[in-house]
């Protein structure tokens, strides 16, 4: 199964719930699959979290420019971090982390329920991090 294909899947078993997580998921990854020169690919630890990750498509000093992790919990919750040094937050919506994105300092936005503002601003945070990875 190829990973667009697990994502798919992955999608369609999640049960709606009244947050709207899902809906903010299947945005972020439809917005990720549409960048140009960008590959995406699908991790998953079971019970613990399902990662979906921007990947240069070009040789970069990367391995990826965005990872949008999906926390297992009650109910579903998400995170979405960048390298700090590829992205700007000029609101101060994200939450620094050292050491917290392959053992580089990221900065992470975490998303417990459906917000169409925030869903556009990472969109923004996603494509601005693809440029900085050269993609």
């Known amino acids: 199964m190829t990973h667009n294909q697990e994502i798919k899947k992955f999608i369609e078993l999640w049960p ?23 590959e995406v690919e699908f ?15 070009n040789k970069s000093d990367y391995p990826l420019f965005v990872m949008i992790d999906v926390i297992e919990d009650q109910p579903r ?16 919506r994200g939450d620094s982390v050292p050491g917290g994105l392959l053992g580089e300092d990221g900065l992470c936005f975490d998303i417990e329920s459906e917000d169409a503002d925030l869903t556009d601003y990472l969109q923004e945070r996603i494509a601005e ?6 993609s």
Not at 43 to 57: A, D, M, N
């Open 77 to 92: 919750w998400l995170s979405v971090c960048f390298y700090e040094k590829m992205v700007t937050d000029s609101e101060g």
């Open 43 to 57: 991790h998953v630890r079971p019970g613990i979290t399902y990662s979906l990750r921007g990947i240069p498509g």
């Open 16 to 38: 709606e719930s009244p947050d709207g997580c899902r809906t903010v998921f299947r945005r972020l990854y439809d917005f990720l699959e549409g960048l140009e020169g960008t």
């Open 129 to 134: 991090a693809c440029r900085a990875a050269g």
